[in-house]
């Protein structure tokens, strides 16, 4: 073989061998004979086969999920607790060379975050206060993080697991809140009738017209049932006409 040509494929050979493309959403950060050189943009990059090498950092928003944690709250009730860290790479020369696996140090330091903060509250407050457990979580782990180039976006809370008794307890309590609460509804319900038929009545006192209206209006009810007797123990006549003249007798 013809030594030229054997050259031109070796050439050809060493020139493609040292082809990179780095993704849009990725950065490389470049090493020649594992000293740290600078960050690859993306596009179309060449390096020096052999010599340099290239590490891809993924520089999206990244989900670790935190492991369920068994905690123990203030009210010294025993539960299990997981959720999810929300993360992005900033700086990745200090994510690549700070810490070793970053993925990994993030998990565990938002599992002992977890542990530490639910268990310095009560249960009530960790299911009603999700949100506020969350971004406390969320401090404490990126105190650690700034340094390594990589910012917490959000941490939160996924599930809450209470032991079967406990969820008993709970049912039963909001069983109770439910019936109270019905109760007082009721009760005002009776009041507020109350309140109306005293008016009412005051109302009908004043007048025997009402009364004899009234009187009328029940028997139309019971005459519905085409079966009913109505017996009247006195003659409709004796029921006052003006309770005006019979004060004005009184009085005299």
């Known amino acids: 073989m013809n030594p ?3 050259i031109s494929i070796l050439i050809g050979v060493f020139f493609l061998a040292g082809i990179r493309i780095v993704f849009e959403y990725k950065r490389a950060i470049k090493f020649r004979f594992g000293k740290y050189i600078k960050i690859l943009q993306p596009g179309f990059r060449w390096i020096i086969p052999l010599v340099e090498t290239i590490q891809i950092v993924d520089i999206r928003v ?3 999920n935190i492991l369920s944690q068994e905690v123990m709250t203030e009210d010294n ?3 299990s607790i997981d959720g999810v860290v929300f993360f992005r790479i ?3 020369e200090k ?3 700070e810490v070793e696996e970053y993925k ?3 998990s565990q330091l938002s599992q002992a975050a977890l542990r530490d903060v639910c268990g310095k509250v009560e249960l009530d407050i960790i299911l009603s206060k999700r949100e506020e457990m969350g971004k406390n979580i969320k401090n404490i782990v990126e105190l650690e993080t700034k ?3 990589i910012e917490i976006i959000d941490v939160k809370i996924k599930d809450i697991q209470l032991p079967e008794n406990m969820k008993r307890m709970m049912a039963n309590q909001a069983e109770a809140e439910r019936s109270r609460r019905a109760r007082i509804i009721l009760a005002l319900a009776e009041e507020q009738a109350a309140t109306k038929l005293l008016e009412a009545g005051k109302l009908i006192d004043q007048s025997p017209s009402a009364i004899k209206l009234r009187l009328y209006q029940t028997l139309s009810n019971i005459a519905a ?3 009913s007797t109505i017996l009247f123990p006195f003659p409709e006549e004796v029921l006052p006409t003006n309770t005006k003249r019979t004060k004005k007798k009184k009085s005299n």
Do not use: H, M, Q, R
């Open 90 to 92: 900033n700086d990745p």
């Open 147 to 149: 340094e390594w180039g």
């Open 77 to 79: 009730v025993p539960c």
């Open 104 to 106: 990994f140090a993030i």
């Open 225 to 227: 049932e085409k079966n």
């Open 62 to 64: 990244i989900t670790v």
């Open 95 to 97: 994510a690549v060379l």
């Open 4 to 6: 030229s040509i054997l």
